[in-house]
């Protein structure tokens, strides 16, 4: 069985690029904004989640990222969850840190980082599942 991955990202063209760039290997599913992040994570429990931290209605700010980063770690705490968002500052990555994430990743994507992290951590959840 594959490992699931929730992308969520108010660019329709991040999602996409990130879905074909990770289908092959992945279920791979996508959300653009908080409604529908939370309906996917509550229906597919992903392994490893994607989330950008700016998005609709807060996008000058990062409180509905931080929302849906709360929930899937409250809701799938052994989900992996790598925060992704342009100009974030320090304090802001120690906090996405202290609320649960993996990892922090600056935008723009280095996709071949994103790649082999989802990759590793992948790997790792097939042989837990296994």
């Not at 069985?1 to 279920?27: H, N």
């Amino acid at each position: 069985m594959k490992p699931k991955v929730l992308i969520i990202d108010d660019d329709v063209a991040i999602t996409q690029q990130l879905f074909w760039t990770l289908c092959d290997e992945f279920e791979v599913f996508t959300a653009n904004s908080l409604s529908s992040a939370i309906r996917r994570a509550t229906i597919y429990e992903p392994d490893i989640s994607i989330i950008d931290l700016h998005l609709p209605p807060t996008l000058d700010a990062p409180d509905t990222g931080l929302r849906i980063l709360e929930y899937v770690k409250q809701h799938l705490p052994s989900s992996k969850v790598f925060v992704v968002s342009s100009g974030a500052s320090v304090e802001l990555q120690r906090d996405c840190i202290r609320r649960g994430a993996d990892g922090f990743l600056s935008k723009p994507l280095d996709i071949e980082r994103l790649v082999e992290t989802v990759h590793r951590v992948g790997r790792a959840a097939r042989l837990a599942a296994a």
